[in-house]
Structures are given as C-alpha cells and as structure tokens.
C-alpha cells in the first residue's frame, strides 16, 4: 500500500517530530487510513530514528491501533454487567449473525467492524450498542436489523 | 558499603548492588533463566527467588532486582523459597511443556507434572528478552522485538517477515537459554527469522563460517576491510 507521506510529514511535525508522541502520531494516521498501514509504521520509524521493531512493539501493544483496516463504521456492543444481563451477549450473537463476521473482524465490504466493549456507562440503557459515537438503548435481536440498515445504504 | 547475611554468611557489598549479583560472586547457586552478565536484570523469569528478612518481617523478592540493604538476612533455600520457586517452574513447564532445560530445572526442584492448563503455541519462548536485548545493545541493530500483550505476546521480526536490518548473526540463539530460536544452515545458507542470508566461506579452509551480511555490517562499524574479515577465526 502506498501511503501519502506528505500527510504524514504533517503529523509528524506537527508533534516536533518528538518520539515521545509516537503513539500520537499512530492515532492521528490510525484516523486517517482506519488503521496503521505498514508502510506508515516504517516511515514514521525511519524519520525518527526509532528501529522498526520498536514501533510495531507499540503499534501492536494498543487495542485501539488496528494493523489491519477497519470498517467505515465501528460497533461497540456493550458487555458489562448491566448490559450482559439483559441480553448484551444475544445483541453481540445478532450482529455477528446479521454481518456474518465474529467479534473484531471487519465485513468484506469494509462498512462495519464489530467490536465489544466491558462498559459505556450508560447502564440504564441497557443493552446498549454505540456505533460512531451514537448511542443505542435497549437493544433486542429484533432492532438490530434496523440499526444495521441505518448504515447500511447511506454514507 | 552495605553489610548483610547469606544462609548465614556475612557478605559486603556496594550499595545498589542486587542480592543475586552478590550472592553469584559469593558462591550461591540461585537458579535464573533471564539474567545474562552483559545485559542485566528484568525480573522475568522469577526463578531467582529468594526470602529476606528484616527484623520480624519477610517476604519473598526477586534477587536480581532486589537492592542490597544493610543487616538484611537472605535465604536461598528455605522452605518458602522453595515452595514458590516450584510454582514458577510449573507455570514454566504449563507455558513451555517441550523445553528440555525447563524440564531439567524442574526436575531438579522435584517439579515432574505441572498443574497448570498447558500451552502448544509458544515454542519454548519464557519472554525473557534476553534475544530483543542482546539484539539491541550486543549487536546494535534492534531487528527484534515483542508483538502484542497478555497471553499474545511473543518475540518477532516486524509483522514476522525477513527483518530489513537484521545481519543473520545468531546473538539471539546463543544467548537464549531455552533454545527456542529456529536457525538453520545448510549448502551455503543461513535461515533465520525467516530471512535467508548467503554465508561467506573462509578462502583459506574453503569452510562456511557467517553470512555475508555481518561481515560487511562489522567491516562498516569497525572500518576493518572486508577482505581481511572473510577469513574465518579457526584460520586466523
């Protein structure tokens, strides 16, 4: 994959191009591409001199890089303990179903990855399912459909 | 100058000085898999417990990490020493059933069976970092590294393809104490990390003795040429 190192250049300077800010740096192309391309690693590596090892030990080490790309939109169904009582597992067992893909994975068309989490601290909610930031309250099986088709044609 | 007891024995040692640093020059046999002379402590392992004492407390630590402290009492063998001792080589042998060197230790503590759930997917890897360390700090050039956290973790070239930087030396199968480093040479040919390295042969014994690569990383560090490099050490 070819990454834009213009664009990159400009996150890197933007930090001073300071290795303490490695993982900032990550995040910031983490949003752009939706994930840490390869290529991105060793190129931010390169430029501040860190060895390429060391880079992909933190790309690899933070839940919240991706090496592989993710989808446009990110599920988070929500498994705390609020949530798991009143069905969180059922609601994460549809969205594997409805999108054919396990937890953590990404559809082929690259619209969705599913992921779930241990707590969004809207328990009165529950079960509840974030997708982008938006919230979605007392969730059953038969919502999710719904909720999937939201996204499904748009954007 | 800090003084303290081994098993009894009165000992001195400089202040800073770890308890298994002296207890080594003293002559205690304190078993470790993760510490190596040229690259320090980190405290995997956990074998090198040992029970200090002071006053009416105690408490089992890590030797190669523990400060020395003046009037200290330290046992290397006592009971409860040997007790959580014969934990760690479980979980040892629970992570690494095929490691004969584990096996040997454990055997050694009285350790044949572990009661541990038993892992198939990491090699006889312990994470001791002592092959990232050497890698980094013997040899310079920092090909390796760990991957991931938790139960995931391992040893590993980037995204576990040939290393661009790494010179095929081997420091990291000589140094790891459990052997679970993959190298493999065969008709002029090194396979390590899944890179593949040409080795150089000696033009005196005709014999193959290292891979091209390091020559010439060693020839550009220490400006000795090439030429004078390919000649292998037996025939010096």
């Known amino acids: 994959m070819e990454v834009d190192t213009a664009a990159i250049n400009t996150i890197i300077d933007k930090y001073g191009k300071d290795k303490s800010y490695l993982l900032a740096m990550f995040q910031d192309v983490q949003r752009q591409y939706r994930y840490l391309p390869k290529e991105a690693i060793q190129y931010i590596c390169d430029r501040l001199h860190i060895p390429f090892s060391k880079g992909y030990e933190v790309a690899t080490f933070y839940a919240s890089l991706s090496l592989t790309p993710r989808g446009r939109h990110t599920v988070h169904v929500c498994l705390g303990t609020a949530c798991h009582l009143r069905g969180g597992p059922n609601i994460l067992d549809t969205f594997e179903r409805e999108l054919n893909i396990k937890k953590g994975e990404t559809t082929e068309n690259g619209l969705f990855t599913l992921e779930s989490v241990n707590c969004l601290g809207a328990c009165a909610l529950a079960p509840l399912v974030r997708i982008d930031g938006q919230d979605y309250g007392k969730t059953t099986p038969g919502s999710v459909k719904k909720i999937i088709n939201e996204y499904g044609e748009s954007s | 100058m800090v003084e303290f007891t081994i098993n009894g024995k009165k000992v001195e040692a400089e202040k800073d000085e770890a308890i298994l640093d002296v207890a080594m020059r003293e002559g205690f046999d304190i078993p470790t898999l993760c510490y190596h002379d040229t690259l320090g402590s980190d405290g995997r392992c956990r074998l090198c417990v040992v029970e200090v004492r002071k006053g009416n407390r105690k408490r089992i630590v890590t030797s190669c990490l523990y400060p020395v402290e003046n009037g200290i009492e330290v046992l290397t063998e006592s009971p409860d020493v040997l007790l959580v001792r014969k934990t760690v080589l479980e979980l040892l042998l629970a992570r690494c059933p095929d490691s004969e060197v584990i096996r040997y230790i454990a055997k050694e503590h009285g350790v044949s069976n572990t009661r541990y759930a038993k892992d198939n997917d990491k090699g006889k890897c312990i994470l001791c970092n002592l092959c990232v360390k050497t890698c980094e700090f013997n040899v310079g050039v920092t090909a390796l590294g760990m991957s991931g956290k938790g139960p995931a973790k391992k040893v590993t070239t980037p995204y576990g393809e040939p290393s661009r930087v790494c010179i095929g030396c081997g420091a990291c199968v000589a140094i790891c104490p459990t052997g679970h480093i993959y190298m493999e040479d065969r008709d ?35 400006g000795t040429p090439i030429e004078e490099l390919l000649i292998c050490p037996d025939c010096k």
Not at chain 2, 193 to 215: I, S, T
């Open chain 2, 188 to 222: 002029g040919v090194r396979m390590i990390w899944n890179k593949r390295f040409e080795l150089a042969r000696c033009p005196k014994c005709n014999r193959y003795h290292a891979p091209v690569e390091q020559l010439e990383f060693i020839a550009g560090k220490s």
